[in-house]
């Protein structure tokens, strides 16, 4: 690993751990040249995934879009944090194992309702009347009767 401060190539490992998600390895390194630490993560190369939207327009998968659809259906409801951080980590576990390279949106957002049904049925109703395009109250009315 080069070192950032005076472009050495030989450095070393002082000291490996994982991160707290685990899904990465944070190593600190020393110059053997200039003696000045630094920190480096280490973390597995996945494979892009790309969402086809309804338009047929293709995008890169962009965690944060799921990230602020639960947090924003989430919104002023008694569900802590970590619980929202584990449905997003739990949704996204989901999508990536499915093994493809392609996903359409409307797949994302059923694997999102879905979760979100598990984990407050109010946050679910809110992301289902976006999601869903409800037009009419008959339609609102009608998922809650599913609820029930």
Known sequence: MKCPFCGNEDTRVIDSRPSDDNSTIRRRRQCDSCNKR???????????????????????YDRSKIESGVFRSCH???????EINACV???????FNKGVKEISSSEIGEIVME??????????????????????VNTFKDELEKLL
């Open 38 to 60: 630094f920190t480096t993560y280490e973390k597995v190369e996945t494979i892009p995934l790309v969402v086809i939207k309804k338009d047929q327009t293709r995008e890169t």
């Open 76 to 82: 002023k409801r008694p569900v802590p944090v970590e």
């Open 89 to 95: 980590e739990d949704i996204e576990n989901a999508i």
């Open 115 to 136: 979760r979100l049904k598990e984990l407050d049925q109010v946050a679910y109703v809110r992301f289902a009347s976006v999601y869903r395009e409800f037009k009419d």
